[in-house]
């Protein structure tokens, strides 16, 4: 499949089947995905995958520290308000979402639990945590950025979906302990993973793209 074929087919999945990925496919995707550029060859991405019996137990985690009341508290500044045009586009992608799952707008219950499966991993058999050391700041962000593309595609070549989450940042001291990080590391965004419930309502969301004039600027 060509590049340009798998970045057609790839899209946010939020539904999955009760099948884990074979261990050997995981290790050549993540293999294939330490390929990735980074600024100076640093490669800052440590990742932590994690499946079967030890996802559940962290999912509960998660989920009761959602629910305790607690203010997110990232290692990352995720405190950015969109405005003008990107508070649009995300409005919109809110639209195709929760309009594929038949949730009205004024539905606030409905969208809060829907909001909660982030944390439930959409019940999809693995979860990747994104995490990098903290002084990195920005420069490592870019950094992970490019390996998470890298790996979204690699996960598409061999027909595995998944949806990145910037929600699996927001409570990090309950995954930090579970899986015994170094203070000086921090999460930057998680990801579900698995294979697609093709008859789940969810995922029939589709977002749109802005048109080639509105994005990149040729000169000379």
């Known amino acids: 499949m060509s590049l340009m074929a798998l970045l057609q087919k790839r899209f946010s999945v939020r539904a999955f089947l009760d099948k884990p990925v074979p261990e050997e496919t995981l290790a050549e995707i993540f293999t294939g995905a330490q390929l990735s550029p980074s600024n100076c060859n640093v490669q800052p991405w440590q990742i932590y995958v ?21 203010e997110p508290n990232p290692d990352f500044d995720w405190k950015i308000r969109y405005q003008g045009i990107h508070r649009d586009r995300q409005f919109g992608s809110a639209n195709a979402l929760y309009s594929s799952m038949g949730i009205e707008r004024g539905d606030k ?10 944390w439930m991993f959409f019940d999809a058999p693995h979860a990747a945590f994104f995490t990098m050391e903290k002084y990195l700041n920005i420069m490592g962000a870019v ?4 390996y998470a593309q890298t790996l979204a595609l690699l996960m598409t070549e061999k027909g595995i979906s998944c949806c990145f989450q910037g929600a699996l940042g927001q409570f990090p001291d309950p995954v930090r ?4 990080m170094p203070e000086d590391r921090g999460i930057l965004f998680g990801m579900s993973f698995g294979y697609a419930d093709e008859n789940a309502p969810v995922n029939s969301t589709r977002t749109d793209r802005e048109p080639l004039e509105s994005a990149v600027s040729f000169i000379g």
């Open 177 to 180: 302990a579970f899986l015994n």
């Open 143 to 146: 950094d992970m950025g490019i």
């Open 109 to 118: 219950q409905a969208r809060l639990t829907a909001m909660l499966r982030n």
């Open 50 to 70: 994690v499946s079967g019996v030890e996802k559940d137990k962290l999912k509960d985690k998660l989920v009761e520290a959602v629910m305790s009341g607690k």
